[in-house]
């Protein structure tokens, strides 16, 4: 993992074989930046969904993609699973283009709609744990927090190359008022804290975690992480799920949902309850518009 207070220069990295990568990637990434930040946002997303669309089919993980689409959706037309995976990245296209000008994006609120009010009301005061996943345009779900009138906090996976990590989260922390923390067993205490206190922390949770528990999801056995659940339940605070959609027009609608945590007194059903809701949800939200999910992820057993 790295620290929140990764190297913001080159010349921080020792030269090595592994240092001159890392500057290399940076300065492709940094480039790559400030040519989309010559187009206007819409454009700049557009154009790379349409690149990625066109070349994404060559690398592995487009056939991991439609081996996870057939397991998931086995009556699906093998010409339908094809254009449904081509439709897939030109979302995630889209998503790594909008990255690179979310500030600009979320300076418009008319790109945004919400239906977080219900739970804004049942949370009160008070803190709570949001999981979301990698749909629409995930980036943008900590608007939905913002538009209830929270102080997000959010979690996020670092990325190895240390400079590339900085960048990429400078984009991000400006939705992140309450603070944007790598996953890490520190983490995890001071978000334990955090909600304990009234904060309000959001965590994606559908990737595979074999650390984690076992559970349906499409009908097949899948990885689901407990950690989110985990930390509602000792801090005593609600567990929510949102998701964002992406609508026609580079807009987008943020939604939340609040997830039921049992009291059974069976201590490991009801650690398994949340995370089998909130996938369920999951798999709902996904069925619903199935191209905006990232397929790619290694997610069953």
Do not use: C
């Amino acid at each position: 993992m790295m620290e929140t207070d990764s190297p913001g220069e080159t010349g921080t990295l020792p030269a090595t074989r592994r240092g001159w990568r890392y500057r290399l990637e940076w300065r492709l990434l940094s480039f790559a930046l400030w040519l989309l930040r010559l187009l206007p946002p819409d454009a700049a997303s557009a154009a790379m969904g349409k690149g990625w669309r066109l070349f994404a089919r060559f690398n592995s993980r487009h056939r991991r993609a439609l081996g996870n689409l057939e397991k998931a959706m086995p009556d699906l037309a093998p010409a339908a699973r094809r254009r449904l995976v081509l439709d897939m990245w030109e979302n995630l296209g889209r998503i790594a283009a909008e990255t690179l000008q979310l500030d600009r994006i979320v300076a418009q609120p008319d790109r945004f709609e919400y239906d977080v009010e219900d739970v804004r009301k049942a949370v009160g005061d008070g803190g709570a744990v949001v999981v979301s996943l990698h749909t629409g345009n995930w980036e943008m779900t900590a608007m939905g927090g913002l538009a209830a009138g929270w102080q997000p906090a959010g979690v996020y996976q670092s990325i190895k190359n240390p400079l590339v990590d900085r960048l990429v989260y400078d984009l991000r922390a400006r939705i992140y008022p309450g603070g944007l923390y790598p996953k890490s067993h520190e983490t995890a205490r001071r978000l334990l804290t955090l909600a304990r206190s009234g904060g309000r922390t959001a965590m994606l949770a559908d990737l595979r975690d074999p650390r984690g528990a076992v559970i349906p999801f499409f009908g097949r056995d899948a990885w689901a992480t407990v950690y989110p659940a985990s930390i509602a339940r000792a801090a005593g605070v609600p567990l929510v799920a949102s998701r964002t959609v992406r609508l026609p027009g580079n807009r987008f609608r943020i939604e939340a949902r609040i997830v039921e945590m049992p009291q059974s007194g069976d201590r490991k059903a009801d650690a398994l309850a949340p995370p089998r809701r909130y996938h369920a949800l999951f798999e709902q939200w996904i069925r619903e518009y199935p191209a905006q999910w990232m397929w790619i992820i290694r997610k069953w057993l």
